[in-house]
Each structure stands twice: as structure tokens, then as C-alpha cells.
């Protein structure tokens, strides 16, 4: 049987999105179990995993057909699609520095078992200095021992198996990442965060007490350097999911608007009402321009020759960095346009716009808020173009 | 007994904020029974309707002095801040064109029983256009029978009376405020929201059914004037309460920062943390003053001769609408870099910012959002300097 | 001969950017003789008009390389660039709706001579309203006869031809896009403005005193639509400005900072200055991706089948709109920050940080106002999605 | 005969702003001679000085009616306004710290000769940073021998005299700030600056070489604290000229769309108009009030018991810090509004909008930067609030 195409997906996804979120947000909203039962459903669609590598049978779609899913996914729930997506962090780092034996047994487990995996990066008190990370991975005969505290780290209670950012004194990289059976004795989930947004998803504490894998569970390369290759992917579907996000919101006003008496009109013919949504259309286009600039980017250099040592040597790449930085704050500003046009209502948990909000504030706050990624846009793209 | 000066009930104030409200936000948020206990503390701390006419009984203080008192209170929560001063709306309106009998027996009532009473004027399909109002009081004899639907009105649940805008076919005024004690046969409240912040306070949809009241309960001059006039004093305190809020957020991030580790030193030390924080002290600055100012103004024309007369012929008062909204933007843009300051522990409920945004949100909405009062503004306080 | 390569183009345009601009731009700045010498050097170079038809002789240049071309341009003077590219309006629609003899005649004429020409829409009662146009073009005989007054023209002075919007009371279209020749009887140039910005550009005032051409003149299509399809290649280059102008000014920032000392070190090591930076770097990567999208939007349509019709279905495109808004207002952003990054120094001429913020301030402004963008959006792409 | 009181002043000088300014700004804005014949007209009149000491025969106008008077002035010419009132800066210096002699000298020469002073700080590598000044004063026996080159100094050459900060190696303060009569040999200036705005005024690169005074020309305390106190003041009315230009602004607009044609009506009655408009005024209220205010907080200071120790003391006062910053800031956005409201007629020099960005650029960069400004808020006003 031949694969679905990028378009039968995109178009199974928006038939999901209507029958299996739209409607049902209040009850995704109210983070119980994780993950709830439409991933659930979308998973017994097949369409799980939708980008992993057909080597393995996976669907093998592009970054660039990825943000149109996971905009869709976006605009009927966050949380599912930040669920449904993340594990592309973590699959794209096994996918282009994991032996071929990872690639089979984690990336085919995967697909065969629809299932998630989950990276271990940040801890308490290394939260954007990564190089800080206080996990260590101990060499012993052919295993690496791994034992440190982990802060956040979503998808990890169900997920299959884990990507874990580790120092390793041992190693000359200094750093790994090392993929860790989720069973692996020691791997102990600490508790779930009860975040503000994006509640369909599960994010995790986790703390690894002792966890012993072969040592050729180790991705080749610098683990520091090896996460900034696979935070290009997932950083940029978080700038699509501002995008599903903001389309919602636009549809919502709309949606108002069509209705809402001003001033013996409606709200829809009110001038001020059309600048504003003229305004969030240019920034929703910008948006999604840059989502596809960035994704085609990355879906450039995977097809390239040589792709993992490439991106390797690039490490973070700017469109990337861009798409999430530009998508969280003309998101932001759209959410907060939104927060404000739906007078008293907009402020009762009767309307979705409180909930949307929330979920957009999660985009400039993950994998870097922009503090972070301006210092490193700047350090890596602006200072090697000053001459001394 | 002399009555205690303004700086006494603001220090009582804050001792009532740190004993009572700091450390119990979470409870307060979670939006139980409403009002929640700190409110019956605070009252039988004498300290409920501070700024009631000392010809009542109450404590006399001036707007000025109860701009502090309420950015001490919101600094531990706006909803209880909320739920304690907007009563201000409806006594403004009594004390200055009610009866001395109404004055005596509702006002003095309310200091009395350490009560509250909320305003009856927002419906569905009038919530910024108040003369599209659709309630009715209808002259019957000696008497007023009131009829309509109320869309948000807070405290009205347990409210000792309620000041109604309806329209008053019988009236040459077209439309009267109209006082009904909260037991008057026929008001019924329908249902309580479930807001998105301030949700220690109760904000309910109220049906009134054939309520009659004594002709006297209308109140002198055309409703919807009374009704603006009012909102000078509660607009300037609900500016007050994003002062209380962003005073608190900036301490977060203060407190965050001290032990914060960043590049070998703390955030506290570091020019960007520096940067941000100078911005927002410059914010709140500007906040206060204008807040200050917009309650001088308010006190000034109080104060002066025939004041409610006055005010009938001023309506809505520059510096109070110009308090809220400059409080509203200048607070969102304080909340707005504070969800972004906490990296990912700011995405979950362990920490207060998600609180604190929800809350702020509430300033720009309520009692006309910033669309309705830039025109207003525009067409009360530009368009008559224009010469034809 | 070979023609050039885009690559060969944009690497000869920067040695003349280098050569020839860079270094004079307070004598581009004086806003003296229009075109200033600087463009005759352009055109010596054989590079005047790159993007015309290769049928005609001309370059054949892409919309997309055109952006890269257009933005080197403009990082050495925007006022140079906008003369330079802004034939591209009046070229386009006769390209796409002009008979093969005006094609042959008229933009076979612009590249033998090297030249130019000019649009006339706007008029003074008329700026964003162009339907309210009172420029007429009467038939008579096999002529039409053009009367009117338009108020900003660029390169109407030195132009080879004009292409006018008029009322055509005698057509069934009702408004028509006519190619008069610059020598044409009773087109007199009124004045030159005095512009804030783009100095080095000529823009006028024109009227058009019975001027007498053929019936043959006109272009093909509704004129109001017809200029609506040009106006696509010229907002997207008019997009490209702001990149060059924008990178211009973060390039002055960090040659400042190079050495400006601060506590000690220099600024370029000063976290303050590296977020706004960074921030920058990220805008200008957006504004660059938006106009490059449009551009090969464009393009696209234009090497499709049937593009002129396509383009008159379709009239204005929302890419392009995006870019120009999008690419005015971060580039806005960009000034406004550039300006107060240099001190005292840079409220004086001897830096150019001022006149560049004056050029920015250009691309918000012509073409349409962001306004009437956010308008033209709302109306032509959200307006349809919201059923009735 | 009796001083005129605030208001008469006020209303003369709204009298010499319609007179002589109002009409006159493209002239003013040319950059002649400084001072301009409009200043000559305003010393004529008996205004210049306003506030100088009634001790020594100035109008004893307190900084609160000098606001109104400098907002008055700005609305005319910001150039206008700066030239008249920046002497505020040396004078106040020179009335708290100076010995009686030089107040009687110095302030009473300036009354009598209805002139100016002028202040020499920024020097070319101490420009935020004044503590790295490499100005020095030499003691030699009853002399101090002062040299250096100072970058900017608004008056310096048509001054009476110049309040020079200086390192003193010899004096425990190692800073001084002394009063240097303009006529003394070694002062020279080097240039005059081309201004970018308010370029009516004129501001002069200075050197001193080896410029002799008696010690007692010397200030009383620290001098970069004695320039500190007169900041204060010449801060609050630099905001105040933001208020006067944005007023004009404001004016500018409404005048324009009285008559400006709109979808069959006036630009004054289109909701986005009013909506933009609304928001001006709303800032031009935030910004008077606070200006207001922090010149209230000088006043009262200044009237206090030992003001000049108390001040000295206290240094830079946040009211006069927020004030600038706020009214910079807002004054922008005013701004930036503005010149998109005229379309393409306000890119040209036909339109006042282009003069009077430049010259509200102004407010945001002289006598501190925004960067420079929010860091001394941070050190002097937030970090003492956060214990170890």
C-alpha cells in the first residue's frame, strides 16, 4: 500500500480537527489524564509519527508539510499538537546521529507502536545554559551510567523512550545525548506540572537515578550541539502551533463579529474592528511565511549530502531561531488584540479566547524564551560578521 | 471614638495583606464560594467601605488616599480588592443623587452591616451602548416595576441593595437609576460567571421580574449620567488595582533574580534583567501619578459646591478615563514581560505569574474597554475643540 | 553576449553600491538635481532596468533577485534605489495589458535610452480613493484626449513615458491605464515635491492639459485593476528598501559599538545592546523572508499560463501587501531603535542615522498608507471567508 | 511694580506663540543664527528667565507653571522652547550650590541681561557616563586652571556664563562644578552642531583651555551630584516639550481631517480617526500629568527647609526621571502615528509633521538616553528595595 501524500494527511488532520477537538476544548482545557483520549484517536488513524523516516515505515513528511499539520492541529487544540509533535526533537536526533540499530529498534518502535518519545534537557538551575547541566553519564565497561534531576520534559511518563542531555566526563565531547528506554530501571517520573496552557499535554519532572545503557545508546557528537540540531524542527512547529493558534483567534472574532450589534450595524462592518483584523491578517501571513521559510530550510539541509555532519557544523540554524521568536511575539500580540474584543464575555471561561491565550503564551517560553534566542541570534549570526 | 485617619486603615491595610491574602493566592484563585473568608476578616476588621460618608457612619476617606488602599490590597489579590471597592460605584451614585432617606437607610446600611451593593446597568445586547439598555421601570402609581436582564453585575448575590439603569418610559429623562434592596421579590440571579481572573470576587447574571420599589429609590437626574459619573470613582480604583498587581509582579521578578543563576552571576546583576526592570518602575510610576491624579480630580469636584450637580453636567471625567486605560495598556505590557521572566516554572501554576496575568487582563475589560473609551474620550474631549 | 546572471547583476550592483554610493550620501541627501549622477553611473554600467522582458532586451531579471538587488541598492541609498526600480509599476502593466506594439516601442524605449518612467495615479482629492479619480481620458476619434491634475509622480520629470489612470466615461470599464509619451503635448510637471526622505529621487506634481494619444494607448482591462497588478512588483519592492535601509542601520550600530567604551568594555559586549540586536537580526530575517515570498509569488503567477488574466482576477495580491506593511512597520521599529542608539551624536548630521530613519519612513508611506492596507485586506481576503 | 503672576506669564506667552512661532517654523527649522530673532522678540518682551530667583529680580516662577509655560512654547517650536529654558540647568545649579556672589553676579547679570547659560558636561568618550570625564580643574593658589573639551552645550556661545563639571584631583569632592563667565580666555568654540531638531536652538562643541576662575567660582558639594539636582529640573521641562509638540501634533491631525475626504464623508468622522486620536489624547494626558507631577516634586523640595542639602542628598529625582522617559516614549508613538496620518503630503516639506518628529526625537536622547535612564532607575530606585 502507498503512503499517504502530505496533502491526505493535512486533509485527514483538518477531518480530525473537526470531529475529535473542535467543540471539545473546555474538556482539553482541564488537563486530566495525558494524554487524552483523541491522541488516542489519532494515533488509531495512522497518523502518528506522521514525519519520521520512511526507512523505518514512517510517513517521511517534510518539515514544510509538517507546519500545515501542525497549524491545523493548533487550531483546534495546542496541547494535542504540542503532544503529538514534540517527539520530533527527540526523533530527529536518533534519526541523524543514532546508530542504525537506534534508528531500527527506537524510530521503528515508534511507528510500529505509535508511540512518543520524550528529551530530558533542562534542570532547575540549568534552564537556558545548558552547558550547566548537572546529569552526568559515567562510563562503566560498555554502559553509561546516568543519574541527575530533570525539570521539564514533556511526553516523558507515556512516551517510549527518552533523549537525555548528559555531561560526560569521560567522553572528549564532553556532553552526550543518549537514548533511554523508558523502562530503563531508575528513570522515575517526579510529578507532572500543572502548566497554564497547552493542558492536553503531559510535561514531567523526571529524575534519573542510576539508569544503566549500553553505550552505544550514545548519539555521536557533541550532545550540547546534537540537541541544537533537533531543537531546529521542533522549534519550529512550536512557531506553527502561534500560527494555528492565531487563526483560531482570527476566526473567533469573526465569528463575533458577524453578529455582535454596534451602533445600529454589526461589529463586522465597525471600521476600527476591520483595522484590526486587516493588522492580525498581515502578522498571521508573516507568520506563516516564516514557518515554511524555516521549515524548508531544515527539509534543504536533511536532503543535502552529508545532512548530520552540516547541521552539525551549524548547530542552531537563524530561520529557526526566527520563526519561533517572530511567531511568539506577533502571536502574543494577536492574543492579546483577541483578550480584548470580546468585551465581559471574553473574560468568563464561556469563551475559548481565555484558553488561547494561555496556549500562546507557551510559545515564547519553550526551548528558549526570547531572551535566550535574541543573546544567541546575536552571538552566533551577528558577532562573526564584525570584523575585530 | 475618632475615626482613623487614612494612613491608619492603609496600614492596616497592608498588615491585613500580609497576614491574610499573601501566600493564600492560589485559594483565592481557585474560585470557591464567593465572598471567600478574607473578605469577612477585612469587615470585621471595621475596615469595609472605607471611603462611605462620614454622615453615615463610614470612614470618609478621600478617592486619593483609597487609590493605596486598593493597590495594597490588589497587591495581594485583585479579586478581593475588587470585590471590596467596587461597591464604590453604586454609593457614589446614592450619596450624590439619592434622597437623604435613601442615603440614610442604604448607605448607612451599609456601613452598618459591613455590606456591599453592586451595579445593575450591562446587558447582552447593551453592554458598551448602555441606551440600547432594554430593562424597563415602569411607573405604577407610587411605585417603579422593574423588568430586565443583567448581564455581569458584581456582588449582586450578596449585595445589600442593587442601583438599576433602566429605562424609564414615564420619565422625561428617559432613563433613571433606580435603588432595590437585593430581597425585593422578583431579582433573581441567574447564574454565576466563571471569570478568567479576580476570581475571589462574584460576578453574576441577574434577572429582575416585576420588581417594585417606592418611586423615591430613583435617584435625581437622567440614569445614564448618574451611571457616568459613578464610574469616575470605580474606573480610577480599578486603575488603582493594575498598580497593586504590577507592584507585585515587579517583586517577583526581583525575588526571582536575586538567587536566579545566570552567566556566573545572578540575574539580579545582569543589565538586560536591569533594563526590563527600570522599564516597568518607569510604567508604574506614570500608573500611580496618573491614578493619584485622576482621584484628586474626582475628590476636588466633591469637594467643591454643588458637586452633584456639577458632576451631572461633566459626566465622565477625563483623568479617570484616561487612569484606566493608560493603567490597563501600561499593566498589560508589565504582565506581559513578567509571563515572559520566569522561564518555564512561569508557564505552570507553581508560580504566581499565571495568576497575575489573568487578573490584569481584567482592567482593560471591564466598565468599557479601551475601544469605547478612546471614542468616548475622542468624541467627549476632542471633537468639541474642533471648530466647524 | 551571454546575459547576465541575477548573480552577476547583484554582485556588480554591489561594487557600484560601494563605488558610488556609500560615502556620498549626504550629497544624495541634498535633494539636488533629480536623477543625480550617481544614476547616470548606473545605467553606464548597463544595469538601469534589470527586471525588463528579455523580448524587449531587457534583463529578464526575477522579482526575487530583484528583492536582493533592491536591497543592496538601498543599503547604499534608498533614494537612489526608488528611482531605480520604481519603472517596474508602469513597465509591469504594460508588459502584462499593452499591445505587442506598446511592449515593443515603450519598454524597448526603456532599455535602449536607459530610461525611466512614471506613474501618475494619485491626485490631491484622490490619494487612497483612486476610484474617485477626476482624471478623465475622452474619446474622440481614434483618440483619447486626457485631462487632469495628479499629485505625486516619481520620475514623471525625466520619465520616458507615463502610464495614466483615468475615468473613461466612453468605456465599458470606466477607468483605463493609458501610455502617454512624456513629450506629449500638455503634460506639464507642475513642481517637484520637497520630500522628507529618498532624496535623491525626483517625485511631482503633473497635469495633463488635453493630452492627445492614440486609442491604441490603452491598456488592456479595468485601469483601477490593471494598476492594482503593478502595484504588486512595486510594494514588494518597496519592501526590499526597508531590508537595505534596515541592514544599513544595524551594520552603523555595530560599528559603533565596536568602539564606543561602556563601564569598561565596549558596547558590542554589553548585554543591553546584544538584545536589541539580536532583536533586530530576527526582524530584518523576517522582513526578508516576507519579501522574497511575495516576490516569488509573483513570479510565479507572472510565468504561469495566461498571467495577465490570472493577475486581473486576482488584482491585488496579499503577499505583496504583507511584505510592504510587515517590512514598514519592523523596519520602523528598527529606526526608532537605531536612533537612539548613537547618542548625541546621532541627533546630528554628522551621523546618518537620521536621514536613514526619514527614507524608512517612506515605506509606510506611499503606495498605500498601512490604513488603507489593513482595509484592502480585511475587504479582499477576510470579508470572503465569513459566511454571510 | 508687582511681578506678573504664572498665568499672566502663561497667557503672554500663548500670545507671543501665536505671533511670532505659528507660521514661522519653516523659518525656525532652517538652522540660521542662534539665537533666532524670535528669542530677542521673547527677552523683549520681559518673559526670558522666568524662573529665575525673585532674590535676584527674576519672575520666581515655580517649575509647575513652567511646564504649562514650556508646553505652550513647544507647541510653537520646540527649538524655541529648549533655547529659552535649558539655562534652567546652570541656574539651578548655581542658585542652591552657588555662594551669594555668584548668585547676585551671575543669575542677577542673567536677569538684567535677559540671557543665558549655558552647562558643559558630555564630553566625546563621557557621554552616559559623566564620572569618566577627563575635564579637570587645577587648583593653582586662589585660581582653579580648567581644560578639557566638552561635545555638547546647548547656548554656550551667545551664554553669559557656563557651569562647567570638572575631575578636581585636588578637592576631597573629586568632582566640581564651576561657573565659567563666557567671556574668559581659553573658553573657544569649536563648532556649532547640525542639529537634527529644534534647530532653532544651537549647540556648540566647546574647549577650555586652561580657563582661569577664582576657586569661589567653584559649587558647593560634589559636582556630578550638584549636576544631578539640576537635571531634575531641566528633565521635567525637556518632558514638557514633548507635551507642546504632541499637542501640535494632535492639532495637526484634527485640522487635516476637518476637510479631508473619506468614503463620502470627512476623515473626522471615520472610527479609526477617532480611535487613533482617542489614544493620543489619552497619552497627551498621562504625559501632562506626569510632568506635572514631577515638577510638584521639585517645587516642594525646593520650597522645603534646606533644600539645597536635601537635594543633594536625594540626587536624581525618580518623578523627573519618569517624566522624560515617559513622555519620550509616548511622545514617539505620537509621533510615528502622526506622520502616517497625512499621507504622501506628510512626506514632504509642504507639512510640519516631518519637522516636528525630528524635533520630539529630541526629548528621548538628550540629558540621558532610555538605556542610560531605566538603569539609573533600576540602581537608584529598585535595587535598594531588594534585600541581600
Redesign the interface.
Given at each position: 500500500m502507498s503512503k499517504p501524500t502530505a496533502s491526505d494527511v493535512t486533509r485527514q488532520v483538518k477531518v480530525f480537527v473537526r470531529s475529535h477537538l473542535l467543540g471539545n476544548e473546555p474538556g482539553l482545557d482541564a488537563g486530566g489524564e495525558a494524554p487524552p483520549p483523541a491522541i488516542g484517536t489519532f494515533s488509531a488513524l495512522g497518523l502518528a509519527g506522521w514525519w519520521l523516516p520512511t526507512s523505518v515505515g514512517g510517513g517521511g513528511i517534510s518539515l514544510e508539510d509538517s507546519v500545515d499539520i501542525v497549524a491545523e492541529l493548533a487550531y483546534g487544540d495546542a496541547g494535542v499538537a504540542f503532544t503529538l509533535f514534540i517527539s520530533i526533537l527527540g526523533s530527529s536526533m536518533v534519526e541523524l546521529y543514532g546508530s542504525d540499530e537506534l534508528r531500527r529498534t527506537h524510530l521503528g518502535g515508534l511507528v510500529a507502536r505509535r508511540g512518543f518519545c520524550a528529551t530530558l534537557a533542562?534542570e532547575r538551575?540549568a534552564?537556558?545554559?545548558l552547558m550547566?547541566t548537572s546529569t552526568t553519564a559515567v562510563r562503566q565497561g560498555s554502559d553509561y551510567v546516568i543519574t541527575g534531576e530533570k525539570?521539564?520534559s514533556t511526553n516523558a511518563a507515556f512516551a517510549e523512550f527518552l533523549v537525555c542531555l548528559a555531561g560526560a566526563p569521560d567522553d572528549p565531547a564532553r556532553y552526550l545525548a543518549l537514548v533511554i528506554p523508558r523502562e530503563t530501571p531508575g528513570v522515575r517520573i517526579e510529578k507532572r506540572?500543572?502548566?497554564?496552557?497547552v493542558r492536553a499535554s503531559g510535561t514531567y519532572q523526571v529524575s534519573l537515578q542510576g539508569c544503566r545503557v549500553p553505550a552505544t545508546s550514545a548519539l555521536r557528537g557533541n550532545g550540547l550541539r546534537v540537541l541544537e540540531v533537533g531543537l531546529n524542527a521542533s522549534r519550529t512547529l512550536i512557531a506553527a502551533t502561534a500560527v494555528g493558534i492565531a487563526r483560531r483567534i482570527?476566526d473567533l472574532c469573526?465569528e463575533y463579529a458577524?453578529t455582535k450589534?454596534?451602533?445600529g450595524a454589526t461589529l463586522?462592518t465597525?471600521?476600527?474592528f476591520?483595522?484590526k483584523?486587516?493588522?492580525m491578517?498581515?502578522?498571521l501571513?508573516?507568520m506563516t511565511?516564516?514557518c515554511?521559510?524555516a521549515a524548508r530550510d531544515w527539509d534543504g539541509v536533511v536532503a543535502g549530502a552529508d545532512a548530520a555532519a552540516e547541521l552539525l557544523r551549524r548547530g542552531t540554524l537563524?530561520?529557526a531561531?526566527?520563526a519561533k521568536?517572530?511567531c511568539g511575539q506577533l502571536g502574543?500580540q494577536i492574543a492579546?488584540a483577541g483578550?480584548?474584543m470580546f468585551?465581559?464575555i471574553?473574560?468568563?471561561?464561556?469563551h475559548l479566547i481565555?484558553k488561547l491565550?494561555?496556549d500562546m503564551?507557551?510559545v515564547?517560553?519553550?526551548e528558549g524564551?526570547?531572551?535566550v534566542?535574541?543573546?544567541?541570534?546575536?552571538?552566533r549570526?551577528?558577532?562573526p560578521?564584525?570584523a575585530a
Open positions: 533542562s538551575q534552564g537556558s545554559e550547566r525539570h521539564f506540572w500543572d502548566l497554564l496552557g482570527r469573526l458577524r450589534p454596534l451602533k463586522l465597525n471600521p476600527v476591520a483595522a483584523i486587516g493588522q491578517e498581515m502578522q501571513e508573516a511565511t516564516q515554511k521559510a537563524k530561520s531561531l526566527v521568536m517572530l502574543w492579546s483578550s480584548e468585551g465581559g471574553g473574560y468568563t471561561h464561556d481565555g491565550l494561555r503564551r507557551h515564547s517560553v519553550i524564551g526570547d531572551d534566542l535574541r543573546d544567541l541570534l546575536f552571538t549570526y551577528v558577532v560578521t564584525v
